[in-house]
């Protein structure tokens, strides 16, 4: 094969991977096997599925031991914004029949991780996704978004004070609607509004000590949404 035609299959190829990637925006294929097992399974008590992005996802992969043995269903796709997981959101939580919902988002919205994206753009998709939650009896856990004082991958665009206001409206939204708070930023918070240095390697994504700080916030976040789905039924 001569050089020419190398390159033209090369073209090929990459352009075939664009095209699928393109095709499937929001990543529905993902856990579209591992939904497929758990689906038939709505009697297991109290199953709690995680929605959310590289945070979500990290905590499986740095902290697995959080997640065994316990009913806790992780369907975090890592660089997604809300959009994303609002298209996916029926088949990998609705559809897995679930007590409670967590949902971590908004970060990568800030960041412009799919394109320009305003604070009310991320609240009406996170408003959409609780209200698809209520709809099908399912408890939200509305979850605070990390503090960031900058990101790796786009330096300069000072996401700290919107992130700061980004948790306030979540957090009247939670109140207003039933659904619990679930407030990691004040934990984890240093003076810049950013993510304490001892709590992460970048600035954005938990390490280990970060999530062990996340660990007792949300149980006691799910706790009380356990507690409402009981009362409601």
Not at 3 to 29: G, P, R
Not at 134 to 149: E, N, T
Request: net charge negative; charged share 20%; glycine share 8%.
């Amino acid at each position: 094969m001569n050089l020419k035609k190398l390159f033209i299959t090369v073209l090929l190829v990459m352009s075939s991977v664009l095209i699928t990637e393109a095709q499937d925006w929001a990543n529905l294929n993902r856990f579209r096997e591992d939904n497929a097992k758990l689906e038939n399974a709505r009697t297991c008590d109290d199953r709690v599925v995680f929605m959310g992005n590289s945070i979500t996802q990290g905590w499986i992969d740095r902290v697995p031991g959080f997640f065994a043995g316990r009913p806790y269903i992780n369907r975090g796709i890592g660089g997604q914004t809300t959009p994303q997981m609002l298209l996916r959101f029926r088949q990998d939580v609705i559809h897995l029949w679930p007590k409670v919902v967590v949902i971590l988002a908004g970060v990568n919205d800030i960041a412009g991780n799919t394109g320009p994206s305003t604070l009310e753009m991320i609240e009406d998709n996170l408003q959409s996704m609780t209200e698809l939650a209520q709809a099908h009896g399912i408890q939200v856990v509305l979850c605070s978004v990390l503090p960031a004082y900058d990101f790796p991958w786009r330096p300069g665009l000072e996401p700290a004070p919107k992130v700061v206001e980004l948790n306030k409206r979540i957090q009247k939204y939670a109140g207003q609607k039933g659904a619990v708070y679930c407030d990691f930023f004040s934990a984890m918070v240093d003076e810049r509004d950013g993510l304490s240095k001892e709590l992460s390697e970048d600035g954005v994504h938990p390490n280990e000590e970060g999530y062990a700080i996340m660990a007792p916030v949300v149980e006691n976040s799910i706790a009380r949404a356990l507690l409402m789905w009981k009362e409601f039924k």
